[in-house]
């Protein structure tokens, strides 16, 4: 029975993986952390979760956790996620991330704490957004620089980040598969004086309002046709169910860093 430790585990992500964790038979939730001084601290997690109760109290003490557990997941947010890697690493427990909105300078915390653990970084946990990212790299490979990239992502009005970072993932996707840098051929805002589109942008639209739990779509758009590529996410359960099998595989795996496809292909 592989263990798991939920990092943020009173967020909307957090009480969808205890309600998920329920149907699996390979593995179980160990420990719960919350940030320190939340309201959250002290009641039983499966309670939390509308789950029944579960046994297992909110706590605030990662270390605790992870010493107890045989992987962690964390979707807290991004500004603890500095102290989960070097806490991970210590601990020696591989980690799937599944917080958005890093500062670019994580990269490099990132690939340092992959030489010691075995970390999974996943903008989005969805099977059927890992799919679409390897859609998306066949499109871009194939089609000409000629054809227009306009990335749209719909969200819920509480969501922190914008672009999204699957939004972003999936821009990074285009501009890999094209040779280009995503920082230089990035455009997030339009107006009215912006001027002509130039070859090659990879453009992004951001929808934010009511329960959205997640919309996508690339749009590939060439002189007398257009390709669109689309994921639509009804139920948050889905990306708790992609990041428990994200999590059941990553527990045997060495040191390095692994990403959502690995799982599918």
């Known amino acids: 029975m592989i263990r798991v430790a939920l990092i943020g585990a009173g967020g909307r992500m957090g009480k969808a993986l205890v309600r ?7 593995l179980t939730v160990s420990a719960a952390v919350v940030a320190e001084g939340s309201e959250k601290l002290g009641r039983d997690l499966g309670e939390l979760a509308g789950a029944g109760k579960f046994g297992i109290e909110i706590g605030s003490d ?21 102290g989960v890697l070097a806490a991970c690493t210590a601990a020696g427990k591989p980690l799937l991330l599944g917080t958005t909105g ?71 996707a285009v ?19 912006s001027g002509p589109r130039r070859e090659g942008e990879i453009g992004f639209a951001v929808v934010r309002g009511g329960d959205v739990v997640g919309e996508h779509q690339v749009v590939f758009a060439g002189l007398g046709e257009q390709l669109t590529l689309a ?11 992609g990041a428990l ?9 060495p040191p390095g860093r692994y990403a959502m496809r690995d799982i599918l292909f």
Do not use: Y
């Open 102 to 172: 890093h500062a670019a300078n994580m990269r490099q915390e990132f690939e340092r704490a992959a030489r010691h653990i075995a970390l999974l970084v996943a903008a989005n946990t969805s099977l059927g957004v890992t799919v679409l990212l390897e859609l998306v790299r066949q499109c871009a490979r194939q089609l000409p620089v000629q054809f227009d990239v306009e990335i749209i992502e719909s969200h819920h009005r509480a969501k922190l980040d914008a672009p999204s970072g699957t939004a972003l993932a999936l821009g990074q």
């Open 175 to 193: 501009a890999e598969s094209r040779g280009q840098d995503l920082d230089e051929v990035a455009v997030h805002a339009r107006v009215a004086a």
């Open 231 to 241: 994921h639509r996410a009804t139920d948050r359960a889905i990306f708790a169910r």
């Open 245 to 253: 099998d994200a999590a059941a595989w990553l527990a045997r795996r």
């Open 20 to 26: 998920a964790a329920l149907e699996r038979k390979d």
């Open 62 to 82: 990662l270390s605790a956790a992870l010493a107890a557990c045989d992987v962690a997941i964390d979707f807290s947010n991004a500004l603890a996620t500095a």
